[in-house]
């Protein structure tokens, strides 16, 4: 089985086990998909929440946020891995997206752009990898890129798909070779492939008994007696 055919059968697998998914319906508005990805960095969605929420109820709105005092904004954003290092970096995307827009806070101008442009102009910004740009681009403008969490690499990485060596934003470009443009499509093995790391192929102790993909993974076939019994994927 060749990686592209390993993908799509990753890709069909969960999309059975798993429940199906929509993008029609954004999870988090442009501008809070952005900034709470940049504050989730190392940090837990608890506290990546629990900073966002502190952030804009202490400073009203993005002008608050922009023109609050850093230790200020840092002291709001506590919660996460580096706080004195995300305020600078927040300030300064929402200058520039002020500045790109004349005067707003707002990302829809993305819609319009390319997707290699859109990119670009995201990556740009300090702070923003090109994980980020890529969750904001598919979830929020439904662009054709291929978003690679931990999740999503540490199980391509054990199904074979890619080497050992290849690294998240090299898995991005491999990853959307085999799987094509369909935003939809994308979208499903992103996220199923994410719960999949979360639920049963975790980091330490894989749950290979009760994973789907045990019959064609090359690492569960080098570890058939690992894990525990089979799980729901609920």
């Known amino acids: 089985m ?20 929509s993008l029609d319906t954004p999870r988090r508005a442009p501008m809070r998909e952005l900034i709470s990805t940049m504050l989730s960095h190392r940090t837990t969605h608890r506290d990546e929440e629990l900073a966002y ?4 109820a202490a400073f009203g709105d993005w002008a608050g946020v922009e023109a609050a005092p850093l230790d200020a904004l840092a002291h709001e954003i506590r919660t ?14 929402l200058r520039r997206i002020r500045a790109q827009t004349g005067g707003a806070y707002t990302l829809d ?5 390319p997707t290699d442009d859109a990119m670009r102009w995201l990556t740009d910004l300090p702070g923003v990898g090109f994980k980020t740009a890529s969750l904001l681009l598919l979830f929020n403008f439904r662009k054709p ?23 998240h934003d090299q898995a991005h470009t491999i990853l959307l070779s085999y ?18 790391g979360q639920r049963i192929c975790f980091f330490s ?30």
């Open 2 to 21: 060749t990686p592209a055919e390993a993908t799509w059968r990753v890709h069909d697998t969960l999309n059975a086990f798993y429940e199906p998914v």
């Open 53 to 56: 929420d502190r952030m804009l």
């Open 80 to 93: 996460t891995r580096w706080p004195g290092v995300q305020a600078p970096r927040i300030q300064e995307a």
């Open 109 to 113: 101008f993305l819609a319009e752009m």
């Open 145 to 167: 890129v291929m978003p690679v969490d931990t999740h999503v690499h540490r199980v391509a990485q054990r199904v074979g798909i890619i080497g050992p060596k290849v690294t």
């Open 179 to 196: 799987l094509g443009p369909d935003p939809a499509v994308l979208f499903s093995y992103h996220i199923h492939n994410l719960w999949h």
């Open 205 to 234: 102790n894989p749950n290979c008994p009760g994973c789907p993909l045990n019959t064609f993974c090359e690492y569960g076939r080098r570890r058939p007696e690992h894990g525990s019994p089979a799980r729901t994927a609920s």
